[in-house]
T-cell receptor, first 116, second 116 residues
Framework: AQTVTQSQPEMSVQEAETVTLSCTYD???????LFWYKQPPSRQMILVIRQEAYKQQNATENRFSVNFQKAAKSFSLKISDSQLGDTAMYFC?????????????FGPGTRLSVLP | KAGVTQTPRYLIKTRGQQVTLSCSPI?????VSWYQQTPGQGLQFLFEYFSETQRNKGNFPGRFSGRQFSNSRSEMNVSTLELGDSALYLCASSTRGQLAGGQGQFFGPGTRLTVL
């Protein structure tokens, strides 16, 4: 079975500082996609960043970047220059590349609070 | 393009009743997935529809069912509601089924169901 683990249920960070959210996953697949989704309080879930497992280069989207360690099955999210609007639940998600008929597997989430 | 829309946004029902939730995917997306989100269980996959066919199903009882129409709009139905069905029900759409995981899924705002 494929699983996604987020070991930090809650985190907090001061505005303008950097924070890293952890995610590990378990799979026997070699090709897959990984994602970080953000769900602000009472708002819609949105895609933050994605990573293709066959690419060694870590994905970056503005202040968001990942540290993808395929051998360790680790996929952490770094948020630089944290802003109040980054306060949200963050979900790590996984889907195999040859996934027809399979589904996304989500981690339990990390609640991030950005403090003024 | 318009995003994923879900109706209604809020719903209050009593035990034993049934409920139907609706989801309209992003134009051109033919895959629609449904998730149940609760504080205790996190995001749990219900089922996925692609081209009017259920492609994958999560571990939920038969009281949970769904369907997809030719225009890709989807409905999910919960019969004989239980208190534990109170949750945020999220719909997500994507292209080419879950196989297009590389694009990620695009989520709707959810329907918050309260069962009294």
């Amino acid at each position: 079975a494929q699983t996604v683990t987020q070991s930090q249920p809650e985190m907090s960070v001061q505005e303008a500082e950097t924070v890293t959210l952890s995610c590990t996953y378990d799979t026997s697949e070699n090709n897959y996609y990984l994602f970080w989704y953000k769900q602000p309080p009472s708002r819609q879930m949105i895609l933050v960043i994605r990573q293709e497992a066959y690419k060694q280069q870590n994905a970056t989207e503005n202040r968001f970047s990942v540290n993808f360690q395929k051998a360790a099955k680790s996929f952490s999210l770094k948020i630089s220059d944290s802003q109040l609007g980054d306060t949200a639940m963050y979900f790590c998600a996984f889907i195999p590349y040859s996934s027809y008929g399979q589904n996304f597997v989500f981690g339990p989430g990390t609640r991030l609070s950005v403090l003024p | 393009k318009a995003g994923v829309t879900q109706t209604p946004r809020y719903l209050i029902k009593t035990r034993g009743q049934q409920v139907t939730l609706s989801c309209s995917p992003i134009s051109g997306h033919r895959s629609v997935s449904w998730y149940q989100q609760t504080p205790g269980q996190g995001l749990q996959f219900l089922f996925e529809y692609f081209s009017e066919t259920q492609r994958n199903k999560g571990n939920f009882p038969g009281r949970f069912s769904g369907r997809q129409f030719s225009n890709s709009r989807s409905e999910m139905n919960v019969s004989t509601l239980e208190l534990g069905d109170s949750a945020l029900y999220l719909c997500a759409s994507s292209t080419r089924g879950q196989l297009a995981g590389g694009q990620g899924q695009f989520f709707g705002p959810g329907t918050r169901l309260t069962v009294l």
